[in-house]
């Protein structure tokens, strides 16, 4: 596995981590403790050094589950987790108040069975915290060797500027994808501007991208995509198309439509390194198969043009999410 660097910090993480996320939330009901411990091993073992959680994915479980994973190798990857939700949970509204942080800081260290937080990324943007007292908060872990990094999620331009400016932000973690265009706008140039590096979660669309899901899915009732508009029937249909161009430039590569999506991702900036998700070992291995693949100027010109004329249909998050992104 091919290595990349974050931030000017230079942080140094396998071109593609894991999100652990849907092992414990969002994506139906949890894989067996074992088994989600035996899938983090495999990726390990698979050349992944960056994986990625959160207090709130559980709440909380999915901490234990990669502390547990990650102890017999701890020192030779990096970990990154989150705070900023109250107790843990995102319904309840943002908290990054400097006490809270602290105290996320001291259960999620128990939680990993470690002694250090890698990467310490902000969820989401509090309104009702100044980004400084947050970037200082973060400054004063990293300070008493709790912390490594500092990272921010969701965030928008003057917040990430501001915060870099008390400590610099050594990554920002958002959705990016081949159906989640909009950070090229103003995100990606001023992390460039700043070194910044960029962490694309969901960089498969949520699983749309691998063109495993069709309007006759149904999920569990569980799953956080029976709440998001992008996946409503409707859309699904309407956003069709886009999945079945991937799949043809795929199959003219002789590779799959995931690989595609991920080798897009990658090929866009050296800094950038997404963490797809999955439950299932043939997905991983078909997901880190991506790091090799390399997409010329032409195909990545091809790729573009032929979805110019493609208008992605659909909201990524549910109105009540949607007001925490961006600030």
Request: aromatic share 8%; hydrophobic share 40%.
């Amino acid at each position: 596995m091919q290595k990349r660097k974050l931030g000017k910090r230079a942080l140094e993480v396998s071109a593609i981590g894991l999100g652990c996320m849907g092992l414990s939330y969002a994506y139906g009901q949890p894989v067996d403790r074992q088994q989600g411990i035996a899938l983090i091993r495999a990726a390990f073992d698979r050349g992944v050094t960056f994986f990625d959680t959160a207090e709130a994915y559980g709440p909380f479980t999915n901490e234990e589950l990669v502390g547990e994973a990650l102890a017999p190798m701890r020192d030779r990857v990096v970990i990154a987790t989150k705070f900023g939700f109250k107790n843990a949970r995102a319904l309840e509204g943002v908290d990054s108040r400097p006490e809270h942080i602290r105290e996320v800081a001291e259960a999620s260290l128990k939680r990993l069975r470690t002694d250090r937080i890698d990467l310490f990324y902000q969820h989401r943007v509090d309104p009702d915290v100044p980004i400084e007292d947050v970037a200082g908060t973060v400054k004063e872990l990293i300070q008493l060797g709790k912390v490594g990094h500092f990272g921010m999620s969701e965030a928008g331009v003057p917040s990430i500027r501001r915060a870099h400016a008390v400590q610099p932000v050594t990554a920002l973690q958002s959705e990016y994808s081949l159906w989640w265009r909009e950070p090229e706008k103003e995100i990606l140039p001023l992390l460039e501007a700043l070194d910044i590096g960029f962490v694309p979660f969901s960089p498969l669309g949520r699983g749309f991208l691998t063109g495993a899901i069709s309007t006759t899915t149904r999920f569990e009732n569980s799953d956080f995509r029976n709440t998001l508009p992008r996946f409503s029937e409707e859309n699904r249909k309407a956003n069709q198309g886009l999945v079945d161009l991937l799949g043809q430039i795929a199959a003219r590569k002789r590779q799959t439509p995931a690989q595609i999506a991920l080798a897009w991702l990658l090929a866009q900036k050296p800094w950038i390194v997404p963490i797809p998700g999955t439950t299932k070992l043939h997905r991983l291995e078909e997901n880190l198969a991506a790091a090799s693949i390399e997409l010329t100027g032409e195909d990545l010109r091809s790729i573009d043009a032929a979805l110019s004329n493609i208008t992605v249909q659909g909201e990524r998050y549910p109105a009540s999410l949607q007001q925490n992104v961006g600030r």
